[in-house]
């Protein structure tokens, strides 16, 4: 069997925290530690590029302008998009749901979403509500699944987009966003991805899975830093009504004080994040070398490990479907008799693991499985993670429920 | 404008002018990005500039992507 990725990437970063002692299982916040040649291609942007990208002719300039050229190649090869100029970098993914959210839809249009959201699809569609866009929310099973049938059965004349994440930050249930994108396209609906929880971890292809919009993050599983991400905005998409967060400078058109009506510039003011985005090619080009579909099958070895051995413990409640083929490297549960705030100290303090306990910023999905407002403990798990992490973990889990008990 | 031996292709912005570069070198076709003349835009950005031998097929091949050219000037 071929090198896992975890072993690898452990290599590829000196001093990685299994030396270090201590279990980073909060993946699904953002992705620690990069790959090593992420920090290399940030420092060489610093030390060697330095200038702005696409505001200037001279050598760096373009040098800059390249490498953030090649980030958006890289990401759309990831994603099977057809043109790389149709990657919109933005912020994060919080600002890419807000751009394909707020500057598409109208007062009077429809839009569909599902019942176990994160806030950043959430809150942009209440305010969006408060504005006139009527908004459906389709109820998920308690394990966070959604019947692609309700959500076509919510479709009315003037439906325009439904909108999903494709996994559960909370329980990591993938939604059956294939099935949904053939529902869209039948019906002459938009289909926005947020791709968070599943870009450069769950395979992505916007052709065969009929996305239209998709937002992705690039500080989680494409192991890219923080301020980093975008949308990629596809074919079906009237360009013309995709209204910018913001307008300024793009090095393009200067004579004009019109905003550009073009990909990427009109999407794109100000100066970009080039040395983040530097990093994220590498950690795109990183994600390619490895696999995808290799990347899957270990986190979901890692995964099953986790499931099956936390629902072994008496007094452990672990939620979501509880089947590593169906959801990402993240699993939510909870210690009978302690509360998640408490489980997280505990396992942070005398275990040396760190995780995120609480609501997840996804009270909706809270609500779907039932722990709202207590939250849950959520260990998110990444590529470079082993399997003896996850019995230390496991160990410690047990430690605390039995006391707790 | 004194005629010389090279044609520039002028794109909407330097991420265009950047696929342009990675689309014509697959094609095998030299190119160099530079700024654009000030006779020709009065855009603060790139041109992409290739041999004049070349300028058919580089029309030809950014045709082929869909990147649309704002201009063609021989310089």
């Known amino acids: 069997m071929s090198q896992l990725p975890g072993a690898a990437l452990a290599q590829a970063v000196p001093g990685s925290y299994e030396e270090v002692g201590v279990i980073y299982f909060d993946n699904a916040a953002t992705s620690w530690p990069k790959p090593a040649a992420v920090k290399d291609a940030m420092v060489q942007f610093l030390e060697e590029v330095g200038a702005n990208p696409g505001r200037a002719a001279h050598r760096r300039a373009v040098t800059a302008g390249r490498m953030v050229y090649e980030t958006r190649e890289a990401v759309a090869e990831l ?6 100029l149709r990657v919109v970098f933005a912020a994060n993914v919080t600002e890419a749901m807000n751009l394909a959210l707020v500057g598409y839809l109208r007062p009077g249009d429809h839009v569909i979403t599902s019942a176990i959201e994160h806030n950043a699809v959430m809150r942009p569609l209440r305010e969006l509500e408060r504005r006139g866009v009527e908004l459906t929310v389709v109820a998920c099973a308690p394990d966070g699944a959604l019947d692609p049938g309700d959500v076509e059965a919510a479709a009315r004349s003037n439906t325009v987009m439904v909108v999903l994440n494709h996994a559960s930050n909370v329980v990591g249930t993938i939604l059956p966003v294939q099935e949904v994108g ?6 002459g609906l938009l289909l926005l991805v947020d791709a968070a929880q599943t870009g ?3 395979p992505i292809d916007l052709v065969a899975d009929g996305i239209d919009l998709l937002g992705f993050t690039g500080h989680k599983s494409l192991h890219g830093p923080m301020g980093t ?4 905005v596809g074919e079906r998409v009237d360009v013309k009504r995709l209204r910018p967060l913001k307008r300024g400078g793009t090095g393009s058109n200067s004579e004009l004080e019109k905003q550009p009506d073009f990909l990427p510039d009109k999407f794109e003011s100000g100066t970009a994040n080039a040395v983040g985005l530097a990093g ?3 950690g795109v080009r990183w994600v390619l070398a490895e696999g995808v579909e290799r990347i899957r099958a270990h986190e979901a070895k890692l995964t099953q490990h986790m499931i099956d051995g936390l629902t072994a413990i008496d007094g452990v409640t672990v939620y979501g479907g509880l089947t590593a083929t169906r959801q990402t490297a993240t699993v939510s549960f909870n210690v009978e008799g302690m509360m998640p705030s408490e489980v997280g100290l505990r ?8 995780c995120r306990v609480g609501l997840h910023c996804s009270p909706a999905a809270h609500r779907t499985i039932g722990t709202f ?3 849950t403990v959520r260990f998110g798990l990444s590529p470079l993670n082993t399997m003896s992490e996850v019995d230390s973990a496991l160990a410690a889990v047990g430690e605390l429920a039995q006391e707790a008990g | 404008m004194t005629d010389g031996d090279y044609t520039v292709l002028l794109v909407y912005s330097t991420s265009h002018a950047l696929r342009a570069e990675k689309l014509l070198a697959r094609a095998g076709i030299d190119c160099k990005l530079i700024p654009v003349p000030r006779e020709l835009s009065s855009d603060c950005g790139v041109c992409v500039r290739v041999g004049r031998e070349e300028r058919l097929r580089a029309e030809q091949v950014l045709e082929d992507a869909e990147l649309e050219i704002e201009g063609v000037h021989n310089v």
Request: no cysteine; glycine share 16%.
């Open chain 1, 373 to 375: 407002p207590d939250g």
């Open chain 1, 200 to 202: 450069g971890a769950y």
């Open chain 1, 182 to 187: 053939e529902i869209a396209r039948r019906r």
């Open chain 1, 229 to 232: 991400g975008g949308l990629i």
């Open chain 1, 347 to 354: 396992l942070d303090e005398e275990h040396d693991i760190m």
């Open chain 1, 79 to 84: 994603f099977n998009a057809p043109d790389p």
């Open chain 1, 280 to 282: 994220l090619g590498a």
